[in-house]
């Protein structure tokens, strides 16, 4: 197991997430920094660097995700809810991008929504302009 991630196959994460980020959808052109090619499920937790488990991500979400794979539910604080997973799961199921904010549509999507702090004011801010002139979110 290992973190080394061929160029090519990084170049082949890229292209499949459209050159966005896979949980916030942000596209790397609005964003003067580098995204990350990184791991859905870290290596400490049994993740590989195949090339279904890899994502692409904005520094912010990466950064907030860690080598986290979930959290706590919030009613009971005992419940674990793993993170949306951008190899199984269909954004649209978990997400809604209302005017730029990220609205959560199901526990995973809460789960994630507050943990990768995607709606954080200047990201926010960010996304909403945007979507008012229709580059948010690209789908
Ligand atoms: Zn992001």
């Known amino acids: 197991m290992t973190a080394y991630v ?5 170049q082949q994460v890229i292209e499949r997430a459209k050159y966005r980020c896979e949980y916030c959808l942000i596209p790397e052109r609005f964003l003067a920094t580098y995204f990350h ?3 859905v499920r870290s290596l400490k937790h049994g ?3 195949d090339f279904d488990n ?9 950064q907030h995700k860690g080598s986290d794979v979930g959290t706590f539910a919030d009613n009971d604080g005992e419940t674990l809810i793993r993170f949306f997973n951008p190899r199984r799961d269909n954004w649209a199921d978990h997400f809604e991008a209302v005017e730029g904010e990220i609205v959560p549509l199901s526990a995973i999507g809460q789960a994630t929504v507050t943990i990768l702090n995607v709606n954080q004011a200047e990201r926010l801010i ?5 979507a008012m002139i229709g580059l948010y979110p690209d789908v």
């Open 54 to 62: 890899l994502v692409y991500a904005c520094p912010h979400c990466n």
């Open 37 to 39: 090619v990184d791991h």
């Open 126 to 130: 960010l996304r909403r302009e945007l």
């Open 6 to 10: 061929p160029k090519k196959v990084r």
């Open 47 to 49: 993740g590989n660097s």
